[in-house]
C-alpha cells in the first residue's frame, strides 16, 4: 500500500505526489454528499495557516466546532516539529487542540518502521531532531551508510555529506523512507524545497531504490486520525488545501475531501475530483455538528 514511483511524482509541477493509485476517488468523486458532518480531519499549513500567520476564518471555524463538541484531528506532512509542538502553534493561534489530535509525518513514519523492521535496524536519517527522536525511541540504532534503512526527512541543514551517506547507502541495498513527497513548502516569503526534492535526487541517483512514502497522499496518517475522532466515514471530511496530497490521502481513506483555497495555489490531478471546493472554512462552520 505505501510503494510509490517518484518518476510519476515529479512530474507535477508543484506538490507532487499525484500517482496511479488513486482509484477509489474516482468512485468517490462525484456521489452525493449526506448532509450530515460530525468529525473533522484538517491539514494544517495552507489552512489553518500560513508559515506562522493563522488564518483567521479557520480558526474561527475551529473554535465553534470545539464549542460544539465536534471531534477533529489535524494530519501534517511537515516533520519538522514533533506533535506537541505543533499542538503548541495551534494554540498560540487560538485553536483549541492536544497533542494526541496532531498526526504528523515524524510519529507515522516511525510507525510504519515499526511495521516493516524489527528493533535494532540500522537506520541513516536525513531530517530535525524530532525525527531522530522517533526513529530511536522505536528501537532502531542510527547508523551511516552501512544502514538497512534510509530516511530521508525535511532538514534545513541538509548538506553533501548527507546526500552522499543517504546515496551510498542505497547503493549498498538500502531500503529508501520518505516521510513526505511534497517538492515545495509554502513559507512566510514564497516556497522552500522540500522532501520530495531530496527524495529525487537520492532515486536519480539510484534508480532501483524505490521510495516507501509515508505521508500524504499516502492514506496512513489520515487513518490514524479516523480511529480518533471515531466518527463514521460517512460523516468524517477531510479538509485540505493541496489536491494530490490532501484530497487523494482523504478519498483513499475513504472520506469526503473537502479543497479550501486558502493556502497555496492548487494544482489540479487528472481523475481526482474534490468533494467540494469551499473559499473559507466560515462556510461550513453551520454545517458541521448540526443536529
Ligand atoms: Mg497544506
Same mark, same amino acid.
Given at each position: 500500500m505505501h510503494g510509490q514511483k517518484w518518476r510519476r511524482a515529479t /512530474?507535477?509541477?508543484?506538490v507532487g505526489a499525484a500517482s496511479d493509485?488513486?482509484?477509489?476517488s474516482l468512485a468517490l468523486g462525484g456521489r452525493t454528499e449526506p448532509a450530515t458532518i460530525r468529525g473533522v480531519i484538517s491539514d494544517l499549513d495552507?489552512?489553518?495557516?500560513?508559515g506562522d500567520q493563522p488564518i483567521a476564518d479557520s480558526v474561527e471555524a475551529f473554535q465553534a466546532w470545539h464549542a460544539r463538541g465536534v471531534p477533529y484531528a489535524f494530519v501534517t506532512n511537515? /516533520?519538522?516539529?514533533s506533535a506537541a509542538q505543533f499542538a503548541a502553534k495551534l494554540e498560540r493561534m487560538g485553536v483549541p487542540v492536544t497533542a494526541a489530535q496532531v498526526f504528523n509525518a515524524v510519529s507515522a513514519t516511525a510507525s510504519l518502521m515499526q511495521q516493516r523492521w524489527p528493533k535494532g535496524t540500522r537506520v541513516f536519517a536525513i531530517g530535525e531532531r524530532p525525527l531522530f527522536e522517533a526513529i530511536e525511541s522505536a528501537g532502531f540504532t542510527l547508523a551511516g551508510d552501512d544502514a538497512e534503512v534510509v530516511v530521508l526527512g525535511f532538514d534545513y541543514a541538509l548538506d553533501y555529506d548527507k546526500l552522499r551517506t543517504a546515496v551510498r547507502a542505497a547503493l549498498n541495498g538500502a531500503a529508501i523512507v520518505v516521510t513526505n513527497p511534497d517538492l515545495l513548502t509554502p513559507a512566510d516569503d514564497g516556497f522552500e524545497p522540500c522532501v520530495g526534492v531530496l527524495a529525487a535526487a537520492v532515486s536519480a541517483a539510484?534508480?532501483?531504490?524505490?521510495p516507501i512514502v509515508?505521508?500524504?497522499?499516502?492514506?496512513f496518517m489520515v487513518e490514524e486520525a479516523l480511529a480518533l475522532v471515531a466518527t463514521a466515514k460517512s460523516e468524517t471530511i477531510m479538509i485540505g488545501d493541496q489536491i494530490a496530497t490532501d484530497i487523494v490521502a482523504g478519498q483513499r481513506a475513504g472520506i469526503r475531501s473537502f479543497l479550501v483555497t486558502t493556502g497555496m495555489a492548487h494544482v489540479p490531478v487528472a481523475g481526482v475530483t474534490p468533494d467540494r471546493v469551499i473559499g473559507s472554512l466560515r462556510d461550513l462552520i453551520d454545517e458541521v455538528g448540526a443536529p
Open positions: /512530474a507535477s509541477p508543484i493509485e488513486g482509484n477509489e495552507g489552512v489553518l495557516y500560513r511537515n /516533520a519538522t516539529k539510484v534508480p532501483s531504490a524505490v509515508v505521508g500524504k497522499p499516502q492514506p
